[in-house]
């Protein structure tokens, strides 16, 4: 069964920075792309980020491009994703994501996390 | 790429057959995928369509459409049905979801 368990999030004030981490289990984690999709509280989806299997290729909505960085480190299973200079419209939960097929960069996705709640706010 | 769904809201009884439309703002083949979140908890991918191919779980879900407009049909609602459905392309960047559709008890 496919797990991904995401921790990191938390209140911050903006302008500051916070690290979110996704453990997978349950799958061959390094033939997987993976994202990040946010949701503020009571609205709906968005894409935020998304890596490659093998970390060739990684995409941002414009929104976050120059502030987010994702990342992954397979040999842990894991997904990243640095957030720096954090405005008060970051709110949101942060869900980690497992794309669909192995070895493509389909960004449908299969799989989701529970969330992790990050709040920017002074 | 925008997505718009209609309609915001849905009011239907168990049994009834239910029809969920999305348009795209450009053609996305039919490079679309439709989720279903109920309060509190993750979103669960239902049905996607993508050239030559479709999937639905459960087998009630069916969906249809090509270019700019899509539906999603739920043949006879269960309780378990009762949630927000977003729509989703996957056809070019940005990956972008529907505001969503809130199906509810009538």
């Known amino acids: 069964e496919v797990q991904l368990v995401e921790s990191g999030g938390g209140l911050v004030q903006p302008g500051r920075s916070l690290r979110l981490s996704c453990t997978a289990s349950g799958f061959t984690f390094d033939d997987y792309a993976m994202h990040w999709v946010r949701q503020a509280p009571g609205k709906g989806l968005e894409w935020v980020a998304g890596?490659?299997?093998?970390?060739?290729?990684?995409g941002y909505v414009d929104s976050v491009k120059g502030r987010f960085t994702i990342s992954r480190d397979n040999a842990k299973k894991s997904l990243l994703l640095q957030m720096s200079s954090l405005r008060p419209e970051d709110t949101a939960f942060y869900y980690c994501v497992k794309d669909m097929d192995a070895g493509r960069w389909l960004h449908l996705f299969e799989s989701w996390g529970q969330g992790t709640l990050v709040t920017v706010s002074s | 790429m925008q997505m718009t769904q209609s309609p915001s809201t849905l009011s239907a009884s168990l049994g009834d057959r239910v029809t969920i439309t999305c348009r795209a703002s450009?053609?996305?083949?039919?490079?679309l995928a439709w989720y279903q979140q109920k309060p509190g908890k993750a979103p669960k991918l239902v049905f996607y369509t993508a050239p030559g191919s479709q999937s639905a779980v459960p087998s009630r879900f069916s969906g249809s459409g090509s270019g700019t407009e899509f539906t999603l049909t739920i043949s006879s609602l269960q309780p378990d049905d009762f949630a927000t459905y977003y729509c989703?392309?996957?056809?070019?960047?940005?990956?972008?979801f529907g505001q969503g559709t809130k199906v509810e008890i009538k």
């Open positions: 890596i490659s299997w093998n970390s060739g290729s990684m």
């Open positions: 450009q053609s996305i083949s039919n490079w």
């Open positions: 989703q392309q996957y056809k070019s960047h940005p990956w972008t």
